[in-house]
């Protein structure tokens, strides 16, 4: 029999995303978020590219965030609705983290293993920051696709993408459960 984990494994069957609208001050202190980019940097990475970076947005810099949204929204021809949706995360936001995948010519490791390895790297960072007691949530939106943006509010650089915002903060309310995947749906076995 292997050793178990039964807290972890516990934890990872009953893990719950805060929505990003519930978090509010305080959000983790530097030294805290450390400790949580630290867990979330011990993410599979083949070939050691490290093919993603951090960026942290700490509340002064929401606004800024929220107010090149707009201006992406109204470039590219967003409902009112769409552009109020896409400021939100930045307007009630406390503090974020942008993971960045940082695309690497490799002979070995194709972009989209990179690009796997940035999303795992955005789950790592939400499950430490739960697991840390924190609210958390992964977002991204419409305006994390938009070149202009990218390079205006983050200076990406044109091999950079975002991958992900993981917004940390404190649970404002316990949200729901939610209805998860059918197993029997979504599996298959192959014994031979």
Same mark, same amino acid.
């Given at each position: 029999m292997p050793e178990q984990n039964a807290a972890a494994l516990d934890f990872l069957l009953n893990r719950r995303s805060r929505p990003a609208k519930t978090l509010v001050a305080p959000v983790p202190s530097r030294d805290e978020l450390q400790v949580l980019l630290t867990a979330a940097a011990r993410t599979p990475d083949h070939g050691k590219l490290e093919p993603w970076r951090f960026i942290v947005i700490e509340k002064p810099a929401m606004g800024r965030l929220a107010e090149l949204t707009t201006a992406a929204g109204e470039r590219l021809g967003k409902s009112p609705e769409d552009i109020a949706k896409g400021r939100?995360?930045?307007?009630?936001?406390?503090?974020? =983290?942008? =993971?960045i995948e940082v695309q690497t010519d490799s002979p070995k490791i194709p972009a989209i293993e990179q690009t796997y390895s940035a999303g795992a790297v955005c789950l790592a960072l939400l499950n430490a920051a739960l697991a840390a007691g924190w609210?958390?949530?992964?977002?991204? $939106?419409?305006?994390?696709?938009?070149?202009?943006?990218?390079?205006?509010?983050?200076?990406l650089a044109p091999h950079e993408r975002?991958? $992900?915002?993981?917004?940390?903060?404190?649970?404002?309310?316990k949200p729901p459960e939610r209805p998860r995947p059918d197993l029997e749906r979504i599996t298959s076995w192959i014994s031979t």
């Open positions: 939100s995360q930045f307007e009630l936001g406390q503090l974020a =983290v942008a =993971v609210g958390a949530n992964w977002l991204s $939106g419409w305006v994390s696709h938009d070149r202009q943006f990218c390079e205006e509010a983050l200076s975002i991958a $992900g915002f993981i917004h940390i903060a404190t649970e404002g309310t």
